[in-house]
Each structure stands twice: as C-alpha cells, then as structure tokens.
C-alpha cells in the first residue's frame, strides 16, 4: 500500500509527478487556501504532509493525523509549526531554509526603488489618459548619497547590501552578532545599534524573523527615532512592524513612504493577529506600495522549494533522515 501524501496548496505539476511516483498524491488544484478542517479531513490518514505559508500545524492538528510521519514544509520559516510537539509524536518536521534568500533580496530592492521614485503613481497616471509627455511631477526621492539600514544580517540582509552595491548608498547594520570584518569590507557594511541605524538611516529595511522579541519592533517609539521623511520597506514577516503606528506615521508626515510584501494578518499563529490589513494604510496610494506576500514567488524558486520539500518528504518515507530535518523526533519517524 503506497504512503498518502497530502499538498495542502497548488504545487507545480513536476513535484506532484515526482511524489506521484512513491505515493497517492491528494493535491490542492485550486490556487485558494484550504480551510484547517478541510486540510485535515484529508490529511487523517496521512503518511506526508506538504505545507505552505498559510498553514499551522499545532499538537491538536497532530492529533487528529495519527499516521503522519512528515510535516514537509516548503518554506523557510516555521514558527506556526509546533516542533515539540512534532518531535514528541515522532514526527518529522523539515523546511527549505536557503531557497528563498535571493527572491526576497531582489523584491526588497524593487519595493525601495518603486516606493521612493513614486512608480505606482507613475503608471497610474499614464493609465490614466491624460499623459501626453513630460511635466515636472511625481518628484521622488534617488539613493545615490542616502544612508540606508538594515536591521538584522542574515543570509537575506547580507544579499540585499550584495545587490545594493554600486548604488552609492551608505549601508548601516544592526545586529546582535557582528558580521567577519572581511565581509563588511566586501559589502561596505558599518555596524552600529538598532537607536543609531534609526536615527541616520533615509531608508530602514528591518529583515529578522518572528519571534516575541521582535513582534512589533518596529513600533511608534521606533518610528518616532527615526528621521522626518525616512522611508519603510518590510519584506521579512508582517508583525515586525506595528501597521497602525506606521498608519499614524504616515498621516502625520513623519514616514515619507512605507512598502510591504507582508503583513500582520499573515501571522496564522497569532491568537491577537488583525483580521485585515490598516484601512488607513490601503486607502493612502500616494505614500504606500504594497505586493501580496511575492518576496519567493519566480517560478523557478517556487518549484525548486518544492522539489527540496518532496525530497525531504521522500527520505522520510524511505526510513532515511531527511536533509532538510529541522527536528530529531523521538520515536516512530526516527531514521
């Protein structure tokens, strides 16, 4: 009897071809999100499980899917995935951690550049009919001799500065763990703290996972260090920022644009997430550029974490310890 494999999302054709081939495959075909009970009216009987960025998998998920042996995450981070309680019931719980740095570095980009020259508004106006060649509007803000600051220096930070050389920009960090002295030369990096980045950065990227320390770190207090007129951009997890405070910023002057590809109703596991995005927020076109959580979203990369996933999946269901392991369980999935 071939293990049953469940995709909790829409997967590419070759990764449900490639677990077709060891297993019975349930994909989703539809590019909606599952509801939790639907997810587990199919996964109850489950060997495998492919998850995606909407899902949480908690010890009551667990439960309810006896014969899971995999939680196959086909993304970076899982913190709305409870790995005690994976590795207490034997489960593995695996993800794709290297992926999705690129993509996300280059969006980053994309959302400063676009935010700063005003291109949202550029296109709405030539749409609009009424352009019939150059005036002086729309007037942005370049980065060539602007301070930009990136809080938190991972593998993503590190390939935003890669990517943002060249730009003339002065790039600023903060980070608890200070980066080798040889790749700060490299990336034309300085290190200074969190107070200071704000206080002299044009444009502040925070880029550092969710975790309690860091919900809301950028918050009114923050905002309120930083300089008049310093643009936003969050492409790393929706909560780092305070979306109301960057409302108030922003109706008051103090913000001069704020981008996103993230946002606090994303984070699943999140008892008191918001339900909806700041009307406020949406309703300001002028000073806001905002993209549906995209930041890994090439179809080359998309299908890549997939195939990294399936081979984690895979390993698994062959009794070998998966590559991409993010826990050690302790009983029935062991390797």
């Not at 949202?120 to 001799?145: C, H, K, N, Q």
């Not at 200071?196 to 260090?225: F, G």
């Not at 300001?284 to 984690?312: Q, W």
Request: one cysteine or more; hydrophobic letters at 45%; glycine letters at 8%.
């Amino acid at each position: 009897m071939k293990p049953k494999i469940v995709l909790t999302s829409w997967a590419h054709p070759e990764t449900i071809t490639r677990l077709a081939e060891h297993g019975d495959v349930v994909p989703n075909t539809t590019r909606e999100r599952l509801s939790r009970e639907e997810i587990l009216r199919r996964a109850k009987d489950a060997d495998a499980i492919m998850t995606f960025m909407t899902d949480s998998v908690d010890d009551e998920f667990l439960a309810a899917c006896p014969r899971l042996r995999v939680v196959g995450c086909a993304l970076k981070g899982y913190d709305n995935y409870d790995v005690a309680a994976c590795t207490r019931r034997g489960i593995w719980i695996t993800n794709v951690p290297d992926l999705l740095t690129i993509p996300t570095a280059e969006l980053t980009i994309g959302l400063l550049i676009g935010l700063t020259r005003k291109m949202l508004e550029g296109d709405r106006l030539v749409r609009g009919g009424s352009f019939d060649g150059w005036r002086p509007v729309l007037y942005g803000a370049g980065l060539t001799g602007k301070t930009l600051g990136i809080i938190g220096m991972g593998a993503v930070g590190q390939a935003i500065a890669a990517r943002l050389q060249g730009y003339e920009l002065k790039l600023l960090y903060a980070d608890p763990r200070p980066l080798p002295a040889d790749i700060e030369a490299r990336l034309g990096l300085r290190r200074v703290t969190v107070e200071q980045l704000l206080a002299d950065s044009d444009y502040v990227v925070p880029m550092v996972p969710y975790r309690d320390d860091t919900l809301h770190l950028i918050n009114a207090n923050a905002i309120a260090a930083m300089k008049h007129g310093a643009f936003l951009v969050n492409a790393c997890r929706g909560s780092v920022v305070d979306e109301e405070a960057v409302a108030d910023a922003l109706a008051a002057g103090k913000l001069a644009g704020y981008a996103a590809d993230v946002f606090e109703l994303e984070e699943w596991a999140r008892p008191d997430r918001p339900t909806q995005i700041s009307p406020r927020l949406l309703a300001d076109k002028e000073r806001t550029l905002f993209t549906p959580h995209i930041g890994s979203a090439v179809a080359s990369v998309r299908l890549a974490i997939e195939m990294e996933a399936a081979t984690n999946i895979l390993q698994v269901l062959a009794d070998q310890e998966p590559q991409g392991a993010v826990n050690r369980p302790l009983t029935k999935a062991a390797a």
